[in-house]
């Protein structure tokens, strides 16, 4: 089966940081690029950012909420993706997804989530 | 950034019913739209790709049309599995955004 799984997420305090891991097991991990999608309580979709491929030189980008604070990188002798976030703000609480990229299907498949807090 | 802009955001609906999810792109995004449902607690799974190409496995009921930047999702006629939230979502290029979603609950 295509699957991934996240883990890492838990209680952190304001400014602190936190590594989420994404593991992939299924499919060809190395030539896919994953991304990180989150979700407030109660609130849609917001997508975090991306690593590409080592064919597309393991580019990364990010939404401008979460630039210069996240950063998305990846193992492939692993099949882990992880999602390192620092400075972290009440706002970045949320449930944190990782997926994979099929440039001609779009998001799939998806984590079960992982829940990320920020509080005091 | 590419704004994708979903409508209603609260859809009530009956058990047999045909009903109509819309979202519109901000700019041309071609065919790479993607509708997902998802169902509390869980998450998204992807319905319809290239704005009407049904993934394996997804009911027939399930279909998707495109009209320029306007997309759309329908259901035939609803069954109680169907009730959940539905997100539009386009992947042309970066920042990858979705719609506010479309809460589809029972009337």
């Known amino acids: 089966d295509v699957q991934l799984v996240e883990s890492g997420g838990g209680l952190v305090q304001p400014g602190g940081s936190l590594k989420l891991s994404c593991g992939a097991s299924g499919f060809t991990f190395s030539d896919s690029a994953v991304h990180w999608v989150r979700q407030a309580s109660g609130k849609g979709l917001e997508w975090v950012g991306r690593?590409?491929?080592?064919?597309?030189?393991?580019?990364?980008a990010y939404t401008a909420s979460v630039k210069g604070r996240f950063t998305v990188s990846r193992d492939d002798s692993k099949n882990t993706a992880y999602l390192q976030m620092n400075s972290l703000k009440s706002e970045d609480t949320a449930v944190y997804y990782c997926?994979?990229?099929?440039?001609?299907?779009?998001?799939?498949?998806w984590g079960q989530g992982i829940l990320v807090t920020v509080s005091s | 950034d590419i704004q994708m802009t979903q409508s209603p955001s609260t859809l009530s609906a009956s058990v047999g019913d045909r009903v109509t999810i819309t979202c519109r792109a901000s700019?041309?995004?071609?065919?790479?739209l993607a509708w997902y449902q998802q169902k509390p607690g869980k998450a998204p799974k992807l319905l319809i790709y290239k704005a009407s190409t049904l993934e394996s496995g997804v009911p027939s009921r399930f279909s998707g049309s495109r009209s320029g930047t306007e997309f759309t999702l329908t259901i035939s006629s609803l069954q109680p599995d169907d009730f959940a939230t539905y997100y539009c979502?386009?992947?042309?290029?970066?920042?990858?955004?979705f719609g506010q979603g479309t809460k589809l609950e029972i009337k």
């Open positions: 700019q041309s995004i071609s065919i790479w």
């Open positions: 979502q386009q992947y042309n290029s970066y920042s990858y955004s």
């Open positions: 690593v590409r491929s080592k064919l597309n030189d393991y580019e990364t």
């Open positions: 997926t994979r990229l099929d440039p001609s299907k779009g998001f799939d498949p």
